[in-house]
């Protein structure tokens, strides 16, 4: 997984309360993503970031906000979570290595929202 | 609206056969196009990618065909096996490291 880590791997929260996701990459590449995986959306851009505290809105960024402090770590925070945030979430990464133009995806996480 | 558009959205195809998997796309800024192979509970990974000014690219059983005028690339598996057997996704990036995915096609290769 291109040196990326997602924790949690797995989360079962409750309506209403704040979700927060780690995204941690040890590849020093410029870009990092978070995108949901839902059936029959495929892979839709939550929230991206271009350096460290650059960040810009996706086509899906309601409800989500995003931090990037360091140029390893991207969270993602669900303010007030909803059962239709039920998804898998993927962080990707960009911009660096042999092959700037490549997106080296994450393993996901699972959130169930109840 | 979908900037890149994918079909079809389910293919099974017997061990030995060719896979075939179409997308299109409208925005001409679009400058590299990358496909993806997802197996089940895991992330996307890269499996072969073209730029637009090239037609056609081979590695190994998996050919990218790409035709600018019409705004269309295409994934051909050929001699598939079971172990392709995975959820194939095609994308484009835009200036910016932006990528747009088209919604993904679950391929099945019956033995």
């Known amino acids: 997984d291109a040196g990326i880590t997602q924790s949690p791997r797995h989360k079962v929260t409750e309506t209403g309360t704040p979700v927060t996701l780690r995204c941690h990459q040890t590849?020093?590449?410029?870009?990092m993503y978070w995108y949901r995986q839902d059936p029959g959306h495929g892979l839709r851009l939550i929230h991206y970031?271009?350096?460290?505290?650059?960040?810009d809105k996706g086509e899906v960024s309601d409800g989500y906000s995003v931090s990037r402090s360091k140029t390893e770590d991207f969270l993602l925070t669900l303010e007030s979570a909803t059962s239709s945030q039920t998804s898998v979430y993927f962080c990707?990464?960009?911009?660096?290595?042999?092959?700037?133009?490549?997106?080296?995806f994450g393993p996901g996480t699972r959130l169930l929202v109840l | 609206q979908q900037q890149v558009k994918q079909s079809p959205q389910s293919l099974i195809v017997q061990k030995g056969g060719i896979s075939i998997i179409n997308c299109a796309y409208e925005?001409?800024?679009?400058?590299?196009f990358p496909w993806y192979q997802q197996f089940p509970g895991k992330g996307p990974a890269l499996l072969i990618a073209?730029?637009?000014?090239?037609s056609e690219k081979k590695e190994g059983r998996f050919t990218i065909s790409f035709n600018k005028s019409a705004k269309q690339f295409s994934l051909h598996i050929m001699d598939s096996q079971p172990g392709d057997s995975a959820t194939y996704f095609c994308?484009?990036?835009?200036?910016?490291?932006?990528?747009?995915f088209g919604t993904g096609t679950s391929l099945t290769v019956i033995p």
């Open positions: 990707a990464i960009s911009g660096g290595g042999e092959r700037p133009e490549t997106q080296y």
């Open positions: 590849e020093n590449h410029r870009y």
């Open positions: 970031s271009y350096g460290v505290k650059d960040t």
């Open positions: 925005n001409t800024a679009f400058d590299y």
């Open positions: 073209i730029r637009p000014d090239v």
């Open positions: 994308a484009a990036r835009i200036l910016g490291n932006q990528f747009y």
